[in-house]
């Protein structure tokens, strides 16, 4: 089993609507959790960390499931430039040993006019 | 957000030649860097994890004499990959983690990657 493993999609949504994203973790003992935005052949960046309560920022929100080992984002009012693919990140200590950072293979998303 | 200067971003050379690639933290000491392999269409994969005054850490099937690591100061790590062959043709980036109190909340940074090339 992945450590982090995402749906690959695509998605492929039109303007306006809401879509949501989900991403799961094997190793309870997580630490902290982000979600990164990767334009094609760019760098990824971050676009949000992942708190306990949930958070939001605009016409993004995220959340974290630690009993269910989830979290997810959800994305409203979705705009051509949202198009990009969506990179779930986890920082932890995994069963490979050590302090690491696990990024998630990355679900695609397509907004269409 | 804190920023990582990657450079060259774009590279082509003969094969058989080794390419050096740079990574610096602009305003930030970065103690641990990581250097990640993109091909198109698929995921990020983690090479290595460059430790300043020491040795790298690399991944399972990463050639340690094929792309050298060098983490020289905390502000700049290096990636050279020795005679370069087509299949090393890739997309490479770095990234640097930002200091924070604790590892737990630390995020990454990413340059703007480098695409290599290798006729």
């Known amino acids: 089993r992945k450590e982090v493993e995402q749906d690959p999609g695509p998605f492929n949504v039109p303007e306006g609507a809401t879509v949501a994203f989900n991403c799961t973790y094997s190793?309870?003992?997580?630490?902290?959790f982000f979600w990164y935005r990767q334009d094609c052949r760019k760098e990824p960046k971050l676009l949000m960390s992942?708190?306990?309560s949930g958070n939001e920022d605009g016409r993004f929100t995220a959340q974290l499931n630690r009993a269910s080992q989830y979290i997810s984002l959800l994305i409203r009012d979705s705009k051509l430039s949202d198009s990009a693919t969506y990179l779930c990140v986890v920082n932890g200590r995994f069963d490979t040993g050590g302090f690491k950072t696990i990024f998630g293979a990355g679900t695609r998303l397509f907004v269409k006019a | 957000g804190a920023v990582v200067s990657q450079h060259p971003s774009w590279v082509i050379c003969k094969s058989g030649t080794s390419v050096k690639i740079e990574c610096r933290s602009l305003d930030f000491q970065a103690t641990t860097m990581f250097w990640y392999r993109q091909f198109p269409k698929q995921s990020l994969m983690l090479m290595a994890t460059?430790?300043?005054?020491?040795?790298?850490?690399?991944e399972q099937g990463v050639e340690k004499d094929k792309f050298l690591i060098n983490h020289a100061s905390l502000t700049l790590s290096t990636l050279t990959v020795t005679s370069a062959h087509p299949e090393d043709s890739s997309f490479y980036i770095c990234s640097a983690r930002s200091p924070t109190p604790g590892q737990g909340m630390a995020i990454q940074y990413f340059g703007a990657g480098t695409r290599l090339s290798v006729l």
């Open positions: 992942v708190y306990s």
């Open positions: 190793n309870s003992a997580s630490q902290s």
């Open positions: 460059s430790n300043e005054g020491s040795k790298a850490t690399y």
